[in-house]
């Protein structure tokens, strides 16, 4: 059945609106161009528009001559104004923009913790209030406010979820209160996130798609062909409560702790750091363990030492050594075996006696694996050495030609070829880099492995301990083994929603994810590959911990457009 006229009038004046909020200014013939539409339909189409006040004369075209075809039409950008909040545990912060996005002004407010509920909302309600009239608003069109928690499907009500500061569920009344005509409207930070990566961010090709949100806390979003899904309840993507292995507990349905939250929450990440001897900031938050993740992984770039996936097969795990060095392990050319980044010793799948190191099942040693730290390191066969015992294990290993797979401390990740030189120079015979807990059948006579400046112990130049080369030698090889070890924990909960949902693609969010940055994502891929068949692409985040303050303006401009281009005998 055909469209009446007055439908097709309304179709083609949101189509016009929506590819100048897209595109920009544009000119009537370029709307023709784009939308397919007549000439005399587009003139039409203009006209209703600029008598609507939505759109107007914003310059003229330099491509085109002088006249009526050379002007250029913009949608009228001060016709709304429009708040989106990021509303934290610690505070808020505000932005007012105008109808097409155009940030105005922008504000961040602390709240303490011991603040009560009313002057805690007080605090957030005149923040908005104060950036609005910054911005020359007079009143405010829409409201967007991205918070932690569950949203009610029912009522678009913020849940009460324990742990939480009882004012984020009063903030939303408040502010309609004190708004009066304003549309306010509450979305889950996670969700708002993902819909901003989508649009914005890393997943702007991707349909189908998983957000995994490290920050202060963890959270994910689930986005399944074009739609976000929030679940019967609201509570899709509550991936901080799930039961995993390696915690001292589990978790409760008021409270996290001993779940996911447990292995990859700020606070988690910090004492990971704190065991691998990394220096971290006083406050953990998500800013903070950012900045932890973000040191480390420029201690590992700088070091030519990126962890990477599998690249060129026929060569060990073992550690791809740099130019001129040999292989750690007999049989280390092996074939099916495979080589990582300069500088990264993963042992795995290689001819019988080659050191396997691979971080598996937290929390659960299988037979033949060494349990450190919550990591169970698994064996291939009866006396195949382990790279990634304790580095006291290795102080035992002084016999002649015997590899060291990378001095690796109790609770640290897979092993780094090209151990500091601090450790290098315990060894007791010259020439040889020591295993840890690796047999003198492991390897070959005058194996080694060394990673880009960091000499043999015994040799000539070599770095003694407690020199500048030694100490940075020493912080980047801990620096790696953090970075192993954290991406271990993240595969954990990432494997599990990718065994459910098979998303082809994770996002790692928040502060964290963006700081981590490719080398993180690909560190995770790789795990993921290995326990799991489904092929899954792991990317970092573009838009970090800004996306829920920008998806926040998104959701509220596109509220605001959809109520005021609506045809008028909808409204």
């Given at each position: 059945m055909p469209a009446s006229p007055s439908t097709a009038r309304a179709i083609n004046d949101r189509l016009a609106l929506r590819l100048l909020q897209q595109e920009g200014p544009l000119t009537a013939g370029q709307l023709k161009q784009l939308t397919g539409l007549s000439r005399p339909t587009v003139a039409d189409l203009v006209e209703r528009l600029t008598a609507a006040g939505l759109i107007t004369v914003v310059g003229e075209s330099g491509e085109q001559r002088r006249g009526p075809n050379a002007r250029l039409y913009g949608i009228v950008?001060?016709?709304?104004?429009?708040?989106?909040?990021?509303?934290?545990?610690?505070?808020?912060?505000?932005?007012?923009?105008?109808?097409?996005?155009?940030?105005?002004?922008?504000?961040?407010?602390?709240?303490?913790?011991?603040?009560?509920?009313?002057?805690?909302?007080?605090?957030?309600?005149?923040?908005?209030?104060?950036?609005?009239?910054?911005?020359?608003?007079?009143?405010?069109?829409?409201?967007?406010?991205?918070?932690?928690?569950?949203?009610?499907?029912?009522?678009?009500?913020?849940?009460?979820?324990?742990?939480?500061?009882?004012?984020?569920r009063?903030?939303?009344?408040?502010?309609?209160?004190?708004?009066?005509?304003?549309?306010?409207?509450?979305?889950?930070?996670?969700?708002?996130?993902?819909?901003?990566?989508?649009?914005?961010?890393?997943?702007?090709?991707?349909?189908?798609?998983?957000?995994?949100?490290?920050?202060?806390?963890?959270?994910?979003?689930?986005v399944l062909d074009g739609t976000l899904r929030r679940g019967a309840s609201g509570g899709t993507g509550e991936i901080g409560f799930l039961p995993v292995p390696g915690t001292a507990s589990l978790p409760s349905a008021r409270d996290c702790d001993g779940g996911f939250h447990s292995l990859a929450g700020a606070s988690a990440i910090g004492a990971?750091?704190?065991?691998?001897?990394?220096?971290?900031?006083?406050?953990?938050?998500?800013?903070?363990?950012?900045?932890?993740?973000?040191?480390?992984?420029?201690?590992?770039?700088?070091?030519?030492?990126?962890?990477?996936g599998a690249v060129a097969s026929g060569a060990a795990r073992a550690g791809a050594v740099a130019p001129g060095a040999e292989a750690v392990a007999a049989g280390a050319g092996a074939p099916g075996a495979e080589a990582v980044a300069p500088g990264v010793a993963r042992a795995e799948a290689v001819a019988p006696g080659v050191a396997r190191a691979e971080a598996l099942d937290l929390g659960?040693?299988?037979?033949?694996?060494?349990?450190?730290?919550?990591?169970?390191?698994?064996?291939?066969?009866?006396?195949v050495a382990r790279a990634g015992e304790a580095a006291s294990d290795a102080a035992r290993a002084g016999t002649p030609g015997v590899a060291r797979a990378g001095a690796v401390d109790l609770g640290t990740g897979p092993a780094w070829a090209?151990?500091?030189?601090?450790?290098?120079?315990?060894?007791?015979?010259?020439?040889?880099?020591?295993?840890?807990?690796?047999?003198?059948?492991?390897?070959?006579?005058?194996?080694?492995?060394?990673?880009?400046?960091?000499?043999?112990a015994g040799t000539p130049g070599a770095a003694r301990a407690g020199t500048p080369g030694a100490a940075r030698a020493d912080g980047q090889?801990?620096?790696?083994?953090?970075?192993?070890?954290?991406?271990?924990?993240?595969?954990?909960?990432?494997?599990?929603?990718?065994?459910?949902?098979?998303?082809?693609?994770?996002?790692?969010?928040?502060e964290v994810g963006q700081a981590g940055g490719p080398v993180l994502a690909g560190l995770v891929e790789d795990r993921l590959s290995r326990m799991s068949p489904l092929v899954t692409e792991v990317r970092a985040s573009t838009l970090g911990g800004a996306a829920v303050l920008r998806g926040a303006l998104l959701t509220a401009r596109d509220r605001a457009q959809d109520d005021l281009f609506a045809p008028p005998d909808r409204t």
């Open positions: 950008a001060d016709r709304a104004h429009l708040a989106a909040l990021d509303v934290r545990t610690g505070g808020v912060v505000v932005l007012v923009s105008d109808l097409v996005g155009r940030v105005l002004a922008e504000a961040s407010v602390p709240i303490g913790g011991d603040t009560g509920t009313g002057p805690a909302v007080e605090q957030a309600v005149a923040a908005v209030e104060r950036t609005a009239k910054e911005a020359g608003a007079d009143r405010l069109h829409t409201v967007g406010i991205g918070a932690p928690g569950l949203i009610d499907p029912a009522t678009g009500d913020l849940r009460d979820s324990g742990g939480l500061p009882a004012w984020h009063s903030l939303a009344t408040a502010l309609q209160d004190r708004l009066p005509g304003a549309r306010v409207t509450v979305e889950n930070e996670t969700n708002l996130a993902a819909l901003a990566e989508q649009r914005e961010g890393a997943a702007r090709d991707r349909d189908t798609f998983v957000l995994l949100w490290l920050g202060h806390g963890v959270g994910a979003a689930v990971l750091a704190a065991e691998h001897g990394l220096p971290i900031p006083p406050a953990m938050d998500g800013p903070g363990a950012a900045a932890v993740v973000e040191r480390a992984v420029g201690e590992t770039e700088n070091a030519g030492a990126v962890p990477s659960a040693a299988t037979p033949g694996g060494k349990h450190v730290e919550g990591v169970a390191w698994r064996g291939v066969t009866p006396g090209g151990e500091a030189a601090s450790g290098a120079d315990r060894a007791e015979t010259p020439g040889a880099l020591r295993s840890e807990g690796v047999a003198p059948a492991v390897a070959t006579p005058g194996s080694e492995a060394v990673a880009p400046g960091v000499a043999r090889r801990r620096a790696g083994a953090f970075l192993h070890a954290l991406a271990d924990r993240i595969a954990v909960g990432a494997a599990s929603v990718v065994a459910v949902l098979d998303p082809g693609c994770v996002v790692l969010g928040g």
